[in-house]
Every structure is written in structure tokens, then in C-alpha cells.
């Protein structure tokens, strides 16, 4: 099935879910950054198709329908009807997912844009459903048991009073592997060893029983598992504010700052090169009949070089 995802379109009343495979989440930063006038025009000819969109269900209707949440690389909802994109991207990052949000400000001039924290959850809420349809298993105990959390930059785990822990390599997020975290952290991470931002990031204050979490990956219904994984400790949600955990570190953890011009210079890259325009890859000697079966969605709705200039503009800040 490849890299999946779901979009879901409410527009004039009708609320449309779709479900794409065969890799669409490695593109989806580039699907949506061109703006609504594009957006619409393919996603109307996906519709069409027939093949890979549905009315989308009732809250009490079967949950067959739905992705878990391991399997959705990203989702977006566009209420069109609110001028309102709720989205996720698993593969964004704290640094690129800053720069989608800015750029996207400029492209979908006067629509409210927010992340999804919480991934597929935060969706289904937003539309009235619960949560029960995309929750996965994400691991098994005896699974956290066996995979110990390996030193890295990917995350950072601070404790109070007692160094700051970098986590990596293969490592699940921290707070996946419950109390038992504690005794399981690699060696101290010194400050002037954070070569890149991290992912996410935990702040344990043992004393208080109290932690704090920041992500820029979906947390998949962390809130509902969390008493079960640090039964007596507090848990306090910052989004993606990698600031709260510098601060409560004392200077200990010192990342370098996101630099937000490299990072939309990163997505202009990704759509001048990964946006499917027929006359372009003509030009590039790309067989389009063998591309079309793919990108036929895309080519049928019609972006333009012209369109795409005026997006990576916007996207630039022009």
C-alpha cells in the first residue's frame, strides 16, 4: 500500500474523506503548499475517480474506513465552508513543520491553519467522531521491555536537578516507554553536543511527578494512555514548544535555532522539483505515459508553471 494518507473536504455541507496509498505521504508537504485554487481542481478529479474517496461516515458507523494511527503518514481536514486546515505530517520535523505553517499562511491567504498534536485524533474530534477508529496497539509491553532506548539527537529527555539525556537511533519516543524510562536513559547529553533540533522532547521533575511533553510527531492518544504508562504523574501538553524545555533545562539543552529561511528554501526545493506539471517533465525527457496512470490526477487538473512560480513566491515571502 506504500506511504499512506487521508484527506478529508467539507464544502458547501458535503464532507468528503479520502484515502490515498502508494506512497502519497512522502509528497504531502508539497501536495497542499500550492493553495486552495490547485488544491481544489485535483482533489475535484480525484473525486471523480470514484476509486479513492466515500461520504464520509456517521461517528457510530463502522470504523473500516479509517487508517490507524500508525499506518497515516498525514492527514489534512480543509473546511472550506470555515476557511479552516487542520493537518499532520509524520516526516515534517520541528524545524520544516514551522516553515509548512508559515509558507501555507502565505499560499491559503485568510484560512485559520492549525496542527493536529495529537495526528488522526485531533481530525476525528474536530468532525464530532471519537478517537476509538484510529487507535492502533501502538506496542506491547514486553515489546518496551525489549527495546531500549538508544543515545542520539532525535529526542531529548531533561530531568530536573540531573542532566539532560539525548535519545536516537531506533528509539520510540520517550514517554512511550513509560516509568520505566528512569533507569533506562543513555548517558548526559552536553549542551554543545546538539548538532539538530530534535523531534520532541520530555522534562521530568521526579520530585513534582510532574512531565512535560513537546512534539512535532502526532502523539496518538498519549493524554488517554497516560496513566498507564506514568501512573501518579502529571502530564502537561506544549505542542511543538521546543522553548519550554530550553528554559526548564538551565541552559543544559541548546539546540541549534531553526532557520526558517533554509527550511522554506527546503519545501520550494520539494515543490519545484516533486510537483507532477506534464510540460515540465516533458522537457525533462520523462516518459509521460509511463508517469500518467500515477500522476493522472494531477495532470488532468491543470498546474501551470505560471501557478507554481506565483506559489513559490508566496511561499518565499514575495
Request: aromatic share 10%; charged share 25%; proline share 6%.
Amino acid at each position: 500500500m506504500g506511504s499512506r494518507v487521508h484527506y478529508i473536504l467539507i464544502a458547501d455541507g458535503r464532507r468528503t474523506l479520502f484515502t490515498r496509498g502508494g506512497g502519497s505521504g512522502y509528497g504531502f508537504d508539497v501536495d497542499f503548499a500550492v493553495g486552495p485554487d490547485v488544491v481544489f481542481r485535483w482533489l475535484a478529479v480525484l473525486d471523480a475517480d470514484g476509486r479513492f474517496s466515500e461520504p464520509l461516515p456517521e461517528a457510530d458507523a463502522d470504523h473500516h474506513v479509517w487508517l490507524g494511527d500508525l499506518s497515516c503518514e498525514g492527514a489534512i481536514l480543509i473546511d472550506a465552508d470555515r476557511r479552516e486546515l487542520l493537518l499532520y505530517w509524520s516526516h515534517a520535523g520541528t524545524a520544516y513543520r514551522v516553515a509548512m505553517l508559515d509558507g501555507y499562511a502565505r499560499t491559503w491567504p485568510g484560512w485559520r491553519i492549525e496542527w493536529a498534536f495529537d495526528g488522526l485524533g485531533d481530525l476525528l474530534a474536530r468532525i464530532g467522531h471519537g478517537p476509538a477508529a484510529v487507535r492502533d496497539e501502538l506496542w506491547s509491553a514486553d515489546a518496551v521491555d525489549r527495546d531500549a532506548p538508544e543515545p542520539g539527537e532525535r529526542f531529548v529527555v531533561s530531568r530536573a536537578g540531573g542532566g539532560v539525556h539525548g535519545l536516537g537511533g531506533d528509539s520510540r519516543e520517550p514517554w512511550w516507554y513509560g516509568v520505566s524510562l528512569l533507569d533506562r536513559l543513555p548517558g548526559a547529553h552536553s549542551a554543545a553536543a546538539w548538532g539538530e533540533m530534535p523531534d520532541g522532547g520530555m522534562h521530568l521533575d521526579e520530585a513534582a511527578r510532574t512531565a512535560v511533553v513537546w512534539s512535532a510527531l502526532p502523539l496518538r492518544g498519549l493524554r488517554d494512555a497516560w496513566e498507564r504508562l506514568w501512573p501518579g504523574w502529571r502530564l502537561e501538553l506544549r505542542g511543538a514548544d521546543v522553548d519550554a524545555q530550553i528554559a526548564l533545562c538551565g541552559g543544559l539543552f541548546a539546540p541549534p535555532p531553526i532557520d526558517l529561511p533554509r527550511e522554506l528554501k527546503d519545501l520550494v526545493k520539494r515543490v519545484v522539483r516533486d510537483w507532477p506539471i506534464e510540460s515540465v517533465l516533458r522537457e525533462r525527457g520523462v516518459d509521460i505515459e509511463f508517469l500518467r496512470e500515477i500522476f493522472s490526477h494531477y495532470f488532468e487538473a491543470g498546474f501551470t508553471v505560471p501557478e507554481r512560480d506565483r506559489a513559490v513566491s508566496l511561499l518565499l515571502g514575495g
